[in-house]
Structures are given as C-alpha cells and as structure tokens.
C-alpha cells in the first residue's frame, strides 16, 4: 500500500491517482481540463484560419490579424497604436490598419514559433472495433443516453451510425469521462 499523493492539475487539491497517468483527482477536473483543451484549440485553428489568410506581401495588416499573427492582447495593440509605438492608420471605425513590419520588429517570437506549428493529425477512429456505442458508454460510465448525446454535441465528439448504433471514437469518449 505505498500509494502516493498527486496534486490535481485542475483544482489542486491533493488526490490518490488511480492510475500512474492520473493527472486529475476526479471526473470533474478531467472534464475542465479535456473542455479547456478543446476550446484552446479551437481558438489556435481560428488564429491560424486568420493568419492563413494574410498574403506575404501585404503592407499594413487589420486588429484581428495582428493578433493572430503575433498573440498580442488588443489592448496592448491599442495602447501602442495609441502612444503611436506602432505606426496605423485609421480607414474609420473598426478600420484600423498597422503597419506590419514596425509591429513585426516589435514581436519576432510570436511569428516564427507560429510558423513552425504543424496542424496536428486527427488522432480517433471511427471504426467500430475503436468505438463505444451510445449504450456502451452510459453502461460504462454511468450516464444516461441523452446525457452522453448532450455532451458529444457539446464537446464536438465525432460519431458515425451504422444500422441503430451511434459510435463514438473511445479515446475521445476515454478522455472525457476517464481521467
Ligand atoms: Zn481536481
């Protein structure tokens, strides 16, 4: 019984990991973690559908675009378009255009470590041997069906339907319910 005390990385508290990955002391912390993560990558595809977006040659670059291409906050892109650190010119409201290669001098980091991220690979299967049924999983974890239904919408859980079976890739399933 040499069981040793993990510190949630969610809440903190000190737990009894049931596992060695346990990194979570209960159902509640994976689920914020697993919601984190997700909303985290959505906003890092939406940045980067922005970024994709602005031609190499372009000379003066919009407030969104600024910050997705450097990951500067917009106050402080406004503070500095303010105390005119930052050369822009104003095309009238919501219309503010910055000269890109004075915030570029500015925020180096940000621009080369963006470029060097590959978009990652989907890392599910959709075959059925890799998937729980809707029943599967509310046997297993405990949960209603509509339960499970409400939170593949949520969570934009990928699923395929053969016949009168839902499935839902089980490592999704896994890191929403397991950790
Ligand atoms: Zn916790």
Avoid: W
């Avoid at 970024?51 to 969104?64: C, N």
């Avoid at 500067?72 to 409201?93: D, E, F, M």
């Amino acid at each position: 019984m040499n069981k040793i005390q993990k510190q949630c990385e969610v809440c903190g508290q000190a737990f009894i990991p049931k596992t060695v990955d346990s990194v979570y002391c209960s159902k509640k912390c994976g689920g914020a973690a697993y919601r984190k993560k997700k909303a985290q990558k959505k906003k890092e595809e939406k940045q980067q559908a922005i970024i994709d977006k602005i031609s190499v040659d372009r000379l003066y670059i919009s407030v969104p675009e600024a910050i997705a291409l450097f990951g500067v906050a917009k106050s402080t892109l406004y503070r500095l378009i303010r105390q005119k650190r930052i050369p822009a010119i104003n095309l009238g409201t919501r219309l503010v255009r910055i000269d890109r290669a004075a915030i570029e001098e500015m925020f180096p980091i940000r621009q080369t470590s963006l470029k060097k991220e590959k978009p990652t690979a989907k890392l599910y299967s959709l075959e059925p041997q890799d998937c729980y049924t809707i029943g599967e999983i509310s046997k297993k974890f405990g949960i209603s069906d509509s339960t499970v239904y409400k939170h593949i919408r949520k969570y934009s859980i990928p699923t395929r339907q053969i016949g009168n079976y839902v499935y839902a890739p089980k490592t999704e399933i896994d890191n929403l319910y397991n950790q």
